[in-house]
């Protein structure tokens, strides 16, 4: 996969867009990147770990507890997946809400990602991840979920203003 880009965007003065994948220095933009997040003071290893707790953390703690303690992080969604029967019945209304959240905290929880995500600004970010039609580009037919998250995110950052991290215990 190609390293992060910055292209101009069109004319007009419309932001660039910035693109990123699981490669090079913005490869911690992803919700998967090997981040921990503490969340109700509950260690995940990743942002991903987290986001897909959440569909069972209300209802059925065992099974968020069960992602929660997944060590790779490819294993997170397979088993998500295999749980569907169970997920919140509002997930579909809340899934972007609770990506923001996520992303949130992961941001807020480590210095040099919040400086990464926020030395980004101008710019548009797009996923390049060509198989994934909601989080990514899906090959320029995709949502690109994710980067219009990690804007909303930086956003709300650059509105807080100054660093105050909170750094996980």
């Not at 609770?98 to 980004?120: A, C, G, P, S």
């Not at 580009?137 to 509105?159: C, P, W, Y």
């Amino acid at each position: 996969m190609p390293s992060p880009s910055l292209s101009a965007g069109s004319a007009g003065g419309m932001a660039p867009v910035l693109k990123f994948n699981g490669y090079g220095e913005l490869a911690g933009l992803l919700y998967y990147s090997p981040h921990s997040v503490t969340y109700e003071e509950d260690l995940y290893p990743t942002a991903l770990h987290l986001f897909e707790a959440h569909k069972f953390l209300d209802h059925r703690p065992d099974l968020a507890e069960r992602i929660r303690q997944c060590e790779r992080v490819e294993e997170v969604t397979t088993i998500s997946e295999g749980l569907g029967e169970f997920v919140r019945r509002d997930w579909g209304n809340i899934a972007l809400v609770m990506m923001d959240e996520v992303l949130y905290l992961k941001f807020r929880q480590h210095d040099d990602l919040h400086t990464l995500l926020l030395d980004t600004y101008p710019a548009d970010l797009v996923y390049v991840e060509s198989r994934d039609l909601f989080w990514g580009d899906g090959a320029g037919i995709g949502k690109n979920e994710l980067g219009k998250s990690l804007m909303r995110v930086r956003e709300r950052l650059r509105i807080e203003g100054g660093m105050g991290s909170i750094t996980p215990s």
